[in-house]
């Protein structure tokens, strides 16, 4: 069965610091991992990752994929308090498109 | 329109009755996709449409739960004899094709007391 974990549960920070929210997986045929924000209720889509080692980069946020490890991680530095959200981990396999599998989530709080 | 539209965003209703829950995709795109977010868990799939064909409804929880979209467009979900465990954020995305960038709705609330 196809597995998403993601850690920690929950955190909170100051702003300013800089934070790694982790994703590991077990997926048969993996095709891409994907990062989503929610703040409200709407997921809205930060990165998808498909090689292993490229990072990509929007501004503070970063984010990297170990296809060996099954892992990926997101960065988010100088932290503000707009990135309080939920951040999503999700993976898609080579054959069924965007039915994607879920992580529970990381909740963010950055504190002023 | 400019996003993927859900409506009603907030429902209420008594264990057993029925209810419905609209999505409006965004224009031309031809994928859409159910899903479900239950409190403190990531979405859930739960059926896929590719134009008026469900693909996949493998993630439907039971046969309570039914989806359509007769003209390739617009989708409802239809939950018969609610419980209470049906309780959750239910969240449409549609994606131009089946692999491009998924567009999520802001979801329907739906509590069943």
């Known amino acids: 069965e196809d597995k998403v974990v993601q850690s920690p549960l929950s955190l909170v920070v100051h702003e300013g610091d800089t934070v790694t929210l982790n994703c590991s997986y077990e997926v048969t045929n993996f095709r891409s991992l994907l990062w989503y924000k929610q703040e409200k209720k709407a997921p809205t889509f930060l990165f998808m990752l498909t090689s292993s080692g490229i990072e990509k980069k929007s501004g503070r946020l970063s984010s990297i994929l170990d296809k060996k490890e099954l892992f990926s991680i997101l960065n988010i530095t100088a932290t503000q308090t707009g990135d309080s959200a939920i951040y999503l981990c999700?993976?898609?396999?080579?054959?069924?498109?965007?039915?994607?599998?879920f992580g529970a989530g990381t909740i963010l709080r950055v504190k002023s | 329109g400019a996003g993927v539209s859900q409506t009603p965003s907030n429902k209420v209703t008594e264990k057993g009755k029925y209810v419905e829950l609209r999505c409006d995709p965004i224009s031309g795109h031809t994928a859409l996709y159910w899903y479900r977010q239950s409190l403190g868990q990531g979405p859930e799939f739960l059926i896929y449409f590719q134009g008026t064909g469900a693909a996949d409804d493998s993630g439907l929880p039971n046969d309570r739960f039914f989806a359509v979209r007769p003209e390739g467009s617009v989708s409802t979900l239809k939950i018969q004899r609610t419980e209470r465990g049906d309780s959750a954020v239910y969240l449409c995305?549609?994606?131009?094709?089946?692999?491009?960038?998924?567009?999520f709705g802001e979801g329907s609330r739906l509590t069943v007391l």
């Open positions: 999700a993976v898609a396999r080579m054959e069924y498109g965007n039915k994607l599998v």
């Open positions: 995305a549609s994606s131009l094709g089946t692999s491009g960038e998924l567009f």
